[in-house]
Each structure stands twice: as C-alpha cells, then as structure tokens.
C-alpha cells in the first residue's frame, strides 16, 4: 500500500470482487483502499486526467473518477469539515447532480442523463452502499439534510437479514464488514441509531459486526479483529478492521439536521482496550481491569492497537505484503478520538509521514493534479484526531492540498 495512492485503499477493499484489480488499499476505501465483494474494485492506479467536463467540475482530484469519484468526494468533505476548512459550493454541486433519483450514488455517472443501474454485484455495476453512504454522510455534516435522508432511506431498505449490507446490495448478494461499517457511520451521521435498524425477522449491524470477529475461542493476536465476510477466508482482514473502526467510532455524529466530524479526545491514554475473556467479566471498568472490555468496539480497538505496535508502527496490508498506508491512518483516527493506544498513535503518525511522499499522490500524475484527496483526507482526519495541526505535518499543508485538487 506505500506505493498506492489512497484510493487505492478503498478499492482493496473491494478487491475480491474484481479480479486483476488491486489497487494499494482502496483508498477505497473504499476506494481509499481496495475493498468489498465489496472489497474488490474501486480505484485505478493508472488512472488518466479528465478535466473540463460538466461530469467532474467541482470533484476533487484530477484521477480518473470511474471507480471511486462519489467516494472520494465524502471522504475530502469529510477531511475539510474536520479542519474546520470551507466547503466548495461547486463540490457539493457536484455530489449532488451524482445523487441518483432513488437517493442512492455510484462511484461515478458519466453522463447525468442516464438513469442509474440498479446494483449488480456480477458485473460490479450499479448503485453501491459505500459510494452512497459517503454521500449520505457528506450532505451530514454540510447540513443537506433532505438529499441526506433519501440516501438513508435507500440504505435501510437493502439491509440484509443478517444485520449487514454488501457492497452492491442486490438482493441475495453477501454482507460484508467494510460495507456495513461504512453504512453504520452514514447512519449515525444521520442521527440513527443502527442498533434499532433491521430488517423485518432480521439483526441488527451490531449483530453482523460482531458475528464477524474474532473473540475468546480466537488467538489472543488476532482477537478483536475482523473477517471481511462471514464466507472464507476465516483470517481477520486489517482493511475492513480499519474501516469498521470508523463506523463504530463514529467517525460522524449527527442528530438529523447538521452532523459533526469526531474531533480529538481531551486526552489520549497510554493503554487500549482488551477484550475480557476471563470467567468473570464483572470486574471490567474497575480497578487493574479497567480496560477490559466485551464490546465489539472495544476489543476492535485493542486489536487495531496491537497491530500498529507489533508491525513497525503500520497496520499490515490485507493483501500482500508491507504496510497499509490507508488503514494504518484510518486506525489512528479511530484510537486516537476514542482516547486509547498513545503509543500506536504516536507510531501511526510517523508511519504516514514517512509515507507521505508516495501514498499522498497518483503514481500516473504529475504536478498539483498528482495530489490524492481521497489519501489527504485520510490523513487530515488522522491528524485532526490525534491533535495534531493538519496545516502543518511533516512540512505539508494537508488542507491546501486537498482544496488544490478540486476541479474548475
């Protein structure tokens, strides 16, 4: 993932579904890092410049924005409302002329006149559940909250019976963790509480979430991470426990009307959650154990903690070798506004700026249109969360950075 760009992120979370498509990570995220059936197809590495066209005026970055623009587009939003930096007009302009007649988005419509696919997992098509809840939760925090509440709508009604959703929610297509972490945040951005959501008969996010991780009968290295899908492979996928943590931070807390991007904690303690796996559970919150924890969250937070510290100070890549950029400074957002692991914080900062360099710029760009917004708001929220001045990291502007991309 170093040499990715944070889109790349996303798409390895949707890697498996697109064979021969490995990005760095997806930033997918989602396309900020590869990732979903949902982890499979999100971003180019190779991307071209488009420019000048109704379709991209107003989105940030110059990268081809076929696999990841919508996405994107939430995250940079995302990164600016926790700087506290100004909006665009013409980038929610935009975002909103992609907004389906449903409420739903795709990663990117070419042409407005057509009307949108519906989701197609088979050909990775279609309407998707991350492209639409990084769009729900961008018209959050800029209070949008009409255009808000009819991607919510579209959400809710393709939860599937065990509690998650995929990534293109197509009837009888397979749940996945990222996809609904990333639904679980839109919603909470939107003033829901997901634990209340489910499908007639069916469970709840919660539910799903945990189903998916590994507890006490698990490894005591590996507890508290998460599979990306209940299907094999049975490993915990570091992508989609990054992402998850966003979701069950939350990242966005809204009340209905205007959401806000989580901000620092008061402090950030040296310790992290353990998930509780004694005989009597009783005693966590009291004493020597006051850190143990039965709380998918909780013990999501220990793992991603343990896996900065064991790994030189990165989360490792889902798929390959090497440190993930993306994920490692997803997990220092979620530790770090919690108020746990000042250690690993400490460590996943200088990881990404050590791999600043590369992970914040398109490979195939060159010049300002290089920069990354998806990468930048990554790390803009990383830092923010970890107290840190986003202005001002490791020599870089993150801010000025990021609002340089945005196409005119």
Do not use: E
Not at 230 to 253: F, I
Request: with cysteine; proline share 6%.
């Amino acid at each position: 993932m170093v040499p990715f760009s944070a889109f790349s992120s996303r798409t390895s979370r949707h890697s498996k579904q697109v064979v021969g498509l490995v990005l760095s990570g997806a930033v997918v995220c989602a396309p900020l890092v590869l990732a979903s059936s949902a982890q499979a197809a999100s971003d180019s590495p190779t991307a071209s410049v488009r420019s000048g066209g109704p379709t991209v005026v107003g989105l940030y970055g110059a990268q081809d924005p076929v696999y990841n623009a919508a996405f994107r587009q939430g995250f940079a939003i995302l990164g600016l409302k926790s700087a506290k930096a100004g909006i665009n007009s013409d980038a929610l302009a935009w975002l909103t002329k992609q907004q389906c007649s449903n409420g739903s988005w795709s990663a990117y419509r070419s042409d407005l006149s057509v009307p949108c696919a519906p989701p197609n997992p088979d050909a990775y098509s279609g309407s998707d559940s991350n492209s639409t809840s990084m769009g729900a939760a961008a018209f959050a925090v800029a209070g949008k909250t009409k255009k808000m509440s009819r991607a919510i709508a579209w959400l809710r009604a393709r939860q599937n019976s065990d509690g998650g959703w995929a990534y293109y929610s197509a009837p009888g297509a397979t749940s996945d963790a990222n996809s609904t972490g990333l639904v679980v945040m839109a919603l909470t951005a939107a003033g829901k509480d997901s634990s209340k959501i489910r499908q007639k008969g069916g469970k709840s996010a919660a539910q799903y979430l945990r189903s998916v991780q590994k507890r006490c009968s698990a490894p005591a290295d590996v507890r508290g991470g998460l599979r990306f899908q209940k299907v094999p492979p049975p490993d915990v996928n570091n992508l989609a426990s990054a992402q998850v943590g966003l979701g069950l931070l939350p990242l966005v807390k809204g009340t209905g009307k205007r959401a806000v991007v989580t901000g620092p904690a008061p402090k950030i303690r040296k310790g992290s959650p353990v998930l509780d796996c004694t005989k009597n559970s009783a005693n966590a919150g009291t004493g020597s154990a006051a850190l143990l924890t039965s709380s998918t969250r909780g013990a999501l937070l220990g793992y991603l903690s343990k896996a900065i510290k064991r790994n030189s100070g990165a989360v490792p890549s889902a798929y390959g070798s090497g440190p993930d950029v993306g994920s490692t400074a997803n997990a220092v957002t979620a530790l770090a506004a919690a108020g746990y692991a000042r250690t690993a914080v400490k460590a996943g900062l200088r990881t990404l700026k050590q791999n600043s360099s590369t992970y914040l710029v398109s490979p195939s760009q060159a010049g300002p249109a290089a920069a990354d917004p998806g990468a930048l708001g990554y790390y803009i929220l990383a830092v923010r969360a970890a107290g840190k001045n986003p202005r001002s990291f490791g020599g870089l502007n993150l801010v000025s950075m990021l609002k340089s991309t945005m196409q005119r």
